[in-house]
């Protein structure tokens, strides 16, 4: 009896070792036949040898050719040296392009090219230049491929007396910098003292800045480019120039714009804005459901 049970406890062993065996030979034939076939659906693609920054001419001794899975090879790319430079072409980066990174289309000029900021501009924009120095360009700290919000500041008319009043206000959000100066590198990383700064922006948004310019000084706000625009923005003036104050909501005088009056001031609709009448306030005195408004003038310390 403990004979026979060791014959079948053999057998089993000798059972499972063989399907273990069958198993794994299936599933190393599968894995060596995935890899023929993708060997067999292998391409040449053209990738840099080198790293090219924005205007970096590509020539022959830059590009390397390397085999990958067709599947796996993005839209644009070149299968050889002589489709990527024709009849020694030339051709220039028009973006970073970073080793055994493959050389696309999109990031290079055509045949006969040069790096020009226009190839870089998506459809329907433009670039426009505006003025900065180290204050209004963050002290060098706005770099190529970065967002910024601009800021306008520019004289008004002022609600009380009509004279020049000075507001900030913001003029666009969310706005990519191309180039700083005459530099488009996106890789840069040293702040630098420019005197302009190349935006991206649409054909409206171009005649703002130009007019911007010419009515006030523009300065640039960095900001983080994973934020979202914000539908609502304000207006600061000289009144808020205080830590912690800010009324909001200022206005430009109007016709149809009557401000509420300081004390001291009786608010006269259509005339200009509010006018000072003598020095006094109004009072108002309820009587039951009466209501009487007074005219008293005012002491010190009123």
């Known amino acids: 009896m403990p004979q026979q049970r060791s014959l079948i406890v053999l057998g089993l062993a000798i059972l499972l070792g063989l399907v273990a065996a069958y198993l794994a030979n299936v599933y190393l034939g599968g894995v060596e036949k995935k890899q023929e076939t993708v060997q067999q ?35 644009g790319t070149f299968a050889s040296i002589n489709a990527l430079l024709p009849m020694n072409k030339r051709r220039v980066a028009l973006r970073p392009i970073a080793i055994n990174e493959p050389i696309l289309s999109t990031n290079i000029s055509g045949e006969g090219g040069r790096a020009a900021i226009s190839a870089v501009l998506r459809p329907d924009m433009r670039a426009a230049s505006v003025r900065v120095n180290d204050v209004a360009g963050v002290s060098g700290f706005v770099l190529p491929g970065d967002t910024v919000d601009i800021l306008i500041t520019r004289s008004v008319p002022s609600l009380q007396d009509g004279g020049p009043q000075q507001i900030t206000d913001v003029l666009l959000q969310n706005v990519r910098v191309i180039a700083i100066d005459q530099n488009a590198n996106q890789n840069a990383e040293q702040p630098v003292v420019s005197k302009t ?34 539908p609502v923005v304000e207006t600061v003036g000289l009144e808020d120039l205080r830590d912690g104050a800010y009324g ?35 009072v108002q005195i309820v009587r039951g459901t009466t209501n009487t408004s007074y005219e008293v003038r005012r002491h010190a310390g009123f």
Not at 46 to 75: C, N
Not at 202 to 225: P, Y
Not at 253 to 265: F, I, K, T, V
């Open 248 to 282: 909001g909501g200022y206005r430009s005088p109007g016709p149809n714009y009557l401000p509420s009056a300081p004390r001291g001031w009786t608010a006269v609709a259509g005339g200009g804005g509010p006018r000072k009448k003598r020095n006094e306030v109004t």
């Open 41 to 75: 659906g292998n391409i040449k693609v053209a990738v840099a040898r080198v790293a090219m920054e924005f205007g970096t001419e590509i020539t022959p001794d830059k590009i390397r050719l390397i085999d990958l899975p067709e599947g796996s090879v993005p839209q």
């Open 197 to 230: 700064a190349t935006l991206e922006v649409s054909q409206v948004d171009a005649q703002k800045l130009a007019l911007g310019q010419q009515v006030g000084s523009l300065s640039l706000a960095l900001r983080n480019i994973a934020d979202q625009v914000n």
